[in-house]
């Protein structure tokens, strides 16, 4: 469900705006873990076969995993700005 259409829904009511981005905070903090646990695995895995290659992936895998965090970022600001401000129709249109 897109966050315009969830928060049309909620307009009937108030958004737990602080629920959404606590969870977002988990979110932020699973990614960091998992690259870093990821990244140790690569790392070991370079270590041990002398391969090369599982540095390359690390290095992909922490691209990929750095723009995920931003746009998550994205989402966490939306929402910061959202609570501080009314919801109205026309505001949902422009998100």
């Known amino acids: 469900m897109k966050l315009k259409n969830l928060l049309k829904e909620q307009q009937q009511g108030p958004v737990d705006y602080q629920y959404f981005l606590e969870q977002i905070d988990a979110l932020a903090n699973a990614v960091r873990d998992f690259e870093q ?53 026309t505001d949902i249109g422009e998100i």
């Open 37 to 89: 646990e990821l990244g140790s695995a690569l790392e070991t895995a370079e270590e041990q076969t002398g391969d090369v290659s599982y540095k390359q992936i690390q290095n992909q895998v922490a691209r990929y995993l750095s723009g995920a965090s931003k746009q998550v970022t994205g989402v966490y600001k939306l929402l910061d700005r959202l609570q501080d401000k009314p919801t109205t129709s």
